[in-house]
């Protein structure tokens, strides 16, 4: 099998970024794997698990990357990926939870405790306040593994959190 390696940006959102880092990696042979891309203010952040074509190493893929111009000013990693870069079960999507109204102190720490709770794994988080013109609200995503026995409890509980707290609850069924 070829050798994974995690390539992470960190650096100035800018367009373009996602096209330079994709056609780098594609003109040197690395496959993209789980990868996902987002802007943080005026930030932005790129990481994915790769799998390097036979002979090229992390630290070829991190030195290539540092050099192209739309990563200037970025914090460029590329290390060896220690872990099985195939999911098991419950790296599957079951569910997908919007919550959203008001900002709330504690809101992402109390949702992933729920989830502990009934044995669900997060699998993809996104919380993200929008600006006046959007509507003001902070909108958290999660794409959730529920394991089936649990999943009427686990999103009964999800949504009477939301409530409680003021917040709007919408539950999607179904995978990535």
């Given at each position: ?60 893929v ?65 919380a ?6 959007e ?5 958290t ?36």
């Open positions: 099998m070829a050798s994974v390696a995690l390539v992470s940006v960190l650096g100035p959102d800018r367009v373009g970024l996602v096209s330079a880092i994709a056609a780098h990696l594609f003109d040197i042979g690395v496959n993209l794997r789980d990868t996902t891309f987002a802007a943080l203010g005026s930030g932005a952040e790129f990481v994915a698990i790769c799998e390097l074509p036979s002979g090229l190493e992390a630290r070829e991190e030195a290539g990357l540092r050099v192209l111009p739309e990563l200037a000013g970025a914090e460029v990693r590329a290390v060896p990926y220690a872990f099985d870069p195939s999911p098991g079960p419950a790296g599957s999507i079951t569910h997908r939870i919007t919550i959203s109204g008001g900002d709330q102190l504690g809101l992402v720490a109390r949702l992933a405790e729920v989830f502990k709770q009934y044995g669900a794994n997060i699998v993809r988080l996104e993200r306040k929008l600006s006046g013109a509507g003001g609200l902070y909108v995503r999660f794409a959730v593994f529920i394991p089936e026995e649990q999943a009427h409890l686990c999103l009964a509980t999800v949504s009477n959190t939301a409530g409680a707290l003021g917040l709007e609850c919408e539950v999607e069924a179904g995978s990535l």
